[in-house]
């Protein structure tokens, strides 16, 4: 079963690019990738998502190498507001996964 | 459409009471998820619609809790004879699966429920 490892937390500053890597290991091939951010007492609000290369939306980019053991979400200038947990999320129409333990990412004035 | 809207947004309930959770999702999604999280934790699937159909159901998950989706529309979630350990946030999400696309879950704020 596949799962996903991310680093506990991380601490920027604003205005800086924060990168935040999700390894995967044992992704399937027919997993997408999938980031989500959490606020406090609110549902995970979905990012971006992916499957091979690189994607990028108004938001963030999302960068798979070709073996897609892992992933790195990318997101450039921080603001305060961005003060989230960050999950990484593998879907598959076929097997429902539960979200790892996400990073908690502490952006700082 | 407003999202997905979960209610009630918080239940206080005393153990052995049961309880029972109300999902509306956005209305051209076909699936349907309930997930679980506590504090500190990732969401921790439980269940999922296809439209009206079950279609998986977490073998972690309680025969104290059932879940229906009744005319592939809002789903309910109950949980019988509730125990403390059921205290956690209930999520609700929704999403579009179609052939060669996935769009990611919606999910609602969640039902915060508290068993004292």
């Known amino acids: 079963l596949a799962k996903t490892t991310q680093p506990i937390s991380m601490d920027s500053y604003e205005g800086q690019e924060v990168n935040i890597t999700c390894s995967h290991n044992?992704?399937?091939?027919?997993?997408?990738i999938t980031w989500y951010q959490q606020f406090p007492s609110q549902g995970p609000r979905f990012i971006i998502q992916?499957?091979?290369t690189k994607v990028t939306n108004e938001v963030a980019s999302l960068f798979i190498p070709a073996d897609r053991k892992s992933s790195t979400l990318s997101l450039p200038r921080v603001s305060l507001s961005d003060t989230a947990v960050y999950y990484c999320h593998l879907y598959n129409a076929g097997n429902m996964l539960t979200f790892g333990g996400g990073t908690r990412l502490m952006v700082k004035p | 459409d407003t999202g997905v809207s979960q209610n009630p947004r918080h239940k206080i309930t005393k153990r052995g009471q049961n309880v029972t959770f109300r999902c509306d999702p956005i209305s051209e999604h076909n699936r349907l998820y309930w997930y679980r999280q506590t504090l500190g934790q990732g969401p921790e699937f439980l269940t999922y619609?296809?439209?009206?159909?079950?279609?998986?159901k977490s073998r972690l998950l309680s025969d104290r809790f059932s879940a229906e989706r009744p005319k592939g529309s809002f789903s309910t979630l109950e949980i019988q004879r509730t125990e403390q350990g059921d205290s956690a946030m209930y999520l609700c999400?929704?999403?579009?699966?179609?052939?060669?696309?996935?769009?990611?879950?919606?999910f609602g704020s969640g039902t915060r429920l508290t068993v004292v």
């Open positions: 999400a929704s999403s579009l699966a179609q052939a060669g696309g996935y769009y990611g879950y919606t």
């Open positions: 992916g499957y091979k």
């Open positions: 044992n992704i399937a091939t027919n997993d997408y």
């Open positions: 619609f296809q439209n009206e159909a079950q279609l998986e």
